[in-house]
């Protein structure tokens, strides 16, 4: 019997340039629709692949075909407020959520799809940015995965230390006088890649990548979120100071970053890898926040040593 909660969604393969054979859905997980795409297309195992913020399934497709001819299949999500999925606010480009655990809904029904849609075993993930601390999260609530890889994981929110207490104050006062949803100070409705320009970019040194990336919020604006919530915020500074004070679970990890990193605050990254005994912290010279969207030499180094983890580990 087909699940009423799962019906055919759209997706753009033509600015995804995925693999062939995606299959894109919409799933309910608690009261919000959400979007996953996957790819049943190797047999060594599913990567669960999770997302940055503002982000969308069509930005992975290149990273799809990566994983894909190195013999895994793939699953990938729009997170609740971003991408085509549910959006929490009356203004879209607002990014929002009242506190991270409502992502947790959104991972256990895209695991569910995994197995319903019987994507191969054994379970592996790959976690970008806010998708990295929404992972880390997963983990400490038993994700069955066998073996994660990190790209630039949102594990400190990065920002000026002349804004850390004003962001306190002011997130602490948004709840009562109701102005939780209004865009976090310094950012506002703009979509980065469609308002700057590729120099001085934070995300990539590839100028062929970014206009990838760009394209994909320029021809379809539906995809394009803009800046977070105050309510956002506070949220994520929550869930990043409440998982640096867990342990790291036991799952081998290699954890991808940039040494030009500019977007998600470094010093934690490093911190949590220095104790995480079966993790390994991985130094790209000179790359940006998304190293999956980085030049060609970066990204093959980046899927060749996720596919040489998830190979060990197997079982």
């Not at 909660?5 to 997706?11: G, L």
């Not at 290149?62 to 793939?74: E, I, W």
């Not at 197995?115 to 990295?132: I, K, N, Y």
Request: some cysteine.
């Amino acid at each position: 019997m087909k699940d009423s909660a799962v019906s055919e969604a759209p997706f753009h393969a033509d600015l995804a340039e995925g693999p062939p054979g995606a299959v894109c859905l919409w799933l309910q997980a608690g009261a919000a629709r959400i979007r996953v795409a996957w790819w049943k297309a190797g047999n060594k195992g599913t990567v669960l692949l999770f997302p940055g913020r503002t982000e969308c399934v069509e930005k992975y497709g290149r990273a799809a075909g990566d994983l894909v001819a190195r013999g895994f299949s793939v699953i990938t999500i729009d997170w609740r407020g971003q991408g085509l999925a549910d959006r929490a606010l009356p203004d879209r480009m607002t990014g929002h959520v009242g506190d991270f655990d409502e992502y947790q809904q959104d991972v256990d029904a895209m695991l569910a799809e995994a197995g319903r849609a019987g994507l191969p075993e054994p379970f592996f993930l790959v976690a970008h940015s806010m998708g990295g601390c929404i992972g880390l999260r997963s983990l400490m609530r038993g994700l069955p995965i066998r073996a994660a890889v990190f790209s630039a994981p949102m594990w400190g929110i990065a920002m000026a230390a002349w804004l850390r207490p004003v962001a306190t104050v002011v997130g602490a006062l948004a709840g009562p006088l109701g102005y939780a949803h209004r865009y976090a100070p310094t950012t506002g409705g703009q979509a980065y890649l469609s308002s700057q320009p590729f120099e001085g970019n934070v995300l990539t040194t590839d100028r062929e990548m970014w206009d990838y990336m760009r394209r994909q919020v320029v021809e379809v604006p539906e995809l394009a979120l803009g800046g977070p919530s105050i309510g956002w915020l506070q949220a994520g500074l929550r869930e990043c100071a409440a998982l640096s004070a867990l342990a790291a679970p036991r799952v081998p990890v290699i954890c991808g970053l940039g040494t030009a990193e500019k977007v998600v605050d470094v010093p934690p990254i490093h911190l949590r890898m220095a104790g995480w005994g079966t993790g390994q912290l991985d130094l790209y010279p000179g790359a940006e926040h998304e190293i999956m969207m980085e030049g060609p030499a970066a990204r093959a180094r980046f899927f060749d040593r996720a596919a040489a983890l998830f190979d060990a580990n197997r079982g």
